[in-house]
Nanobody
Framework: QVQLVESGGGLVQAGGSLRLSCAASKGIFSSSAVAWYRQPPGKQRDLVAMSNGRSTNYADSVKGRFTFTRDNSKNTVYLQMNSLKPEDTAVYYC??????????WGQGTQVTVSS
């Protein structure tokens, strides 16, 4: 069983930065597609960034502000978030997926950006 644990969320003022971490219980990131999603209050969960190990794609709304990195030696991936905006407020989730039957989510970490 794989466990993903996010951390690093919190309250920050607009223009500030946060770095989210997602730690896996075992070394799975090197052989998985890994993504960050977010779900604002009352809205659907949307993709923020996805990495297949060779390339990373970002949602248009975060391009140039957010950076996805991974450290396979630590079984951890990160989401560096700069120039945060109030509309970035959401619960952020880490996801690791290989196929329809191998698909894991973390519990989420709250990010709140005040104006």
């Amino acid at each position: 069983q794989v466990q993903l644990v996010e951390s690093g969320g919190g309250l920050v003022q607009a223009g500030g930065s946060l770095r989210l971490s997602c730690a896996a219980s075992k070394g799975i990131f090197s052989s998985s597609a890994v993504a960050w999603y977010r779900q604002p209050p009352g809205k659907q969960r949307d993709l923020v960034a996805m990495s297949n190990g060779r390339s990373t794609n970002y949602a248009d709304s975060v391009k140039g502000r957010f950076t996805f990195t991974r450290d396979n030696s630590k079984n951890t991936v990160y989401l560096q978030m700069n120039s945060l905006k109030p509309e970035d407020t959401a619960v952020y989730y880490c996801n690791a997926k290989r196929n329809l039957y191998w698909d894991y989510w973390g519990q989420g970490t709250q990010v709140t950006v005040s104006s």
